[in-house]
């Protein structure tokens, strides 16, 4: 009967330390995917920015239809650097590019927006 018992005790702590690490895992995985969504958030809010800018005619501090001579300062609803991450730009002519890397070291975003007639196209790419 002690044997059994002792078996028991055993198999039941292995069973609740697999669980644990799974459990972990999982928790691991949904911070990521968490802070992945809120840089994509973040970047849409550089683009917005970026978006006006571009529209904004030179004389009043705009881009005149171009991305050129954008900069941080220029975006104003995101922080270069915040609590989901941080972000570059780099624009010329009708296309620009904003990489974001999250808080979580494993997360990193590329969007690279091209004005056109029809609006804003943005493609989204994670490398």
Do not use: C
Request: aromatic residues 4%; hydrophobic residues 40%; glycine residues 12%.
């Amino acid at each position: 009967m002690g044997q059994q018992q002792l078996l028991l005790v055993i198999l039941v702590t292995i069973l609740i330390g697999v669980a644990a690490v799974v459990a972990i895992d999982t928790m691991q995985e949904a911070r990521t995917n968490s802070n992945e969504t809120a840089v994509r958030q973040d970047i849409l809010m550089i683009l917005n920015d970026a978006q006006i800018y571009y529209r904004k005619p030179e004389m009043v501090g705009g881009g005149g239809n171009s991305f050129d001579g954008i900069s941080q300062q220029h975006i104003l609803s995101v922080e270069p650097k915040n609590e989901n991450g941080y972000y570059e730009i780099s624009g010329s002519g009708n296309t620009l590019t904003v990489t974001g890397t999250g808080s979580d070291a494993s997360v990193k975003v590329i969007a690279t927006a091209t004005i056109n007639g029809d609006g804003m196209e943005i493609s989204w790419s994670t490398p």
